[in-house]
Antibody
Framework: EVQLVESGGDLIQPGGSLRLSCAASGFNVRANFVSWVRQGPGKGPEWVSVLHTGGGAYYADSVKGRFTISRDSSKNTLFLQMSSLRVEDTAVYYC???????????????WGQGTLVTVAS | QSALTQPPSASGSPGQSVTISCTGTSSDVGAYNYVSWYQQHPGKAPKLMIYEVRKRPSGVPDRFSGSKSGNTASLTLSGLQAEDEADYYCNSYAGTNTVFGTGTKVTVL
């Protein structure tokens, strides 16, 4: 069974940094496309970043240059390093696995429970 | 990376049908047949209901159907049931990113 468990969310001041973790089980993070998707309070989901099986990463314009996605294959864990945080980054951050491992199409089939990041002074 | 446009709300009585539109551009919805739809109940993570425009994951009732024409995709809920009351979001692949819709709240009257 595919499971994704996020952690690391916290209350952080604007300009600060935070690292989120996503512990995966039931599949290999290195062999699948795993994304971070966030949802601000009262808002719809917003795709943040994806780590491809080949190691390439893509980012939403809103976080490019501030966020970095990575993985530790030995721990089967995905990370999101967030820096220069802004109030508008406040959201529940979900770790999400795509339906297919053969290519990335944005079919977000498996979701974690989410971890809350609050950016406020 | 602008959000896809959906109507804010839609409603229908039990047993009726409701169709939700999702309008994008020639760079996302119009360029690829990689459109998906998600159902979200309050306090829960979104759930994949439709992928590749019209395919349903295992376990999703065939009351849910998807289609696409040009830059607009649509989700139809047939035979509305009380448990269908939720927020619905479309999503489209756009090359190096994906874009979600603005969301539609479906109310079962």
């Amino acid at each position: 069974e595919v499971q994704l468990v996020e952690s690391g969310g916290d209350l952080i001041q604007p300009g600060g940094s935070l690292r989120l973790s996503c512990a995966a089980s039931g599949f290999n993070v290195r062999a699948n496309f795993v994304s971070w998707v966030r949802q601000g309070p009262g808002k719809g989901p917003e795709w943040v970043s994806v780590l491809h099986t080949g190691g390439g990463a893509y980012y939403a314009d809103s976080v490019k240059g501030r966020f970095t996605i990575s993985r530790d294959s030995s721990k089967n864990t995905l990370f999101l390093q967030m820096s220069s945080l802004r109030v508008e980054d406040t959201a529940v951050y979900y770790c999400v696995r795509d339906k297919y491992s053969s290519g990335w199409y944005g079919y977000f089939e498996h979701w974690g429970q989410g971890t809350l990041v609050t950016v406020a002074s | 990376q602008s959000a896809l446009t959906q109507p804010p709300s839609a409603s229908g009585s039990p047993g009726q049908s409701v169709t939700i539109s999702c309008t994008g551009t020639s760079s996302d919805v119009g360029a690829y047949n990689y459109v998906s739809w998600y159902q979200q109940h309050p306090g829960k993570a979104p759930k994949l209901m439709i992928y590749e425009v019209r395919k349903r994951p295992s376990g999703v009732p065939d009351r849910f159907s998807g289609s696409k024409s040009g830059n607009t995709a649509s989700l139809t809920l047939s035979g509305l049931q009380a448990e269908d009351e939720a927020d619905y979001y479309c999503n489209s692949y756009a090359g190096t990113n994906t874009v979600f819709g603005t969301g539609t709240k479906v109310t079962v009257l």
